[in-house]
């Protein structure tokens, strides 16, 4: 069956980085359009980043420049690196299967920016 594990979130001070991953299985990343979203307390889930079959990147305006969607066709993962964290960033992150259309989620990891 189709499953999503994230990880690599944590507590970081402001202007650190972290590096989420998504191992997949059940199917394969490079076959499928990927996402990964995020929901702060109090607000709804958003788009942080979502990557094209092809393997083109796609980015909210809030991550453009900061972060990186990849993937490691290999190894079945789907990466996000953030580099610059702000304490806006703070929320639980999940990967997608999908673009506009998300059938699958991950269970989220939480990504804390304060110091």
């Known amino acids: 069956q189709v499953q999503l594990v994230e990880s690599g979130g944590g507590l970081v001070q402001p202007g650190g980085s972290l590096r989420l991953s998504c191992i997949a299985s059940g199917f394969t990343v490079s076959t499928y359009a990927m996402s990964w979203y995020r929901q702060a307390p109090g607000k709804e889930r958003e788009l942080v980043a979502r990557l094209t079959i092809l393997g083109s990147p796609n980015y909210a305006d809030s991550a453009k420049g900061r972060f990186t969607i990849s993937r490691d066709n290999a190894n079945n993962i789907l990466y996000l690196q953030m580099n610059s964290l702000k304490p806006e960033d703070t929320a639980v992150y999940s990967c997608?299967?999908?673009?506009?259309?998300?059938?699958?989620w991950g269970q989220g990891t939480q990504v804390t920016v304060s110091s």
């Open positions: 997608g299967r999908g673009w506009n259309y998300v059938d699958y």
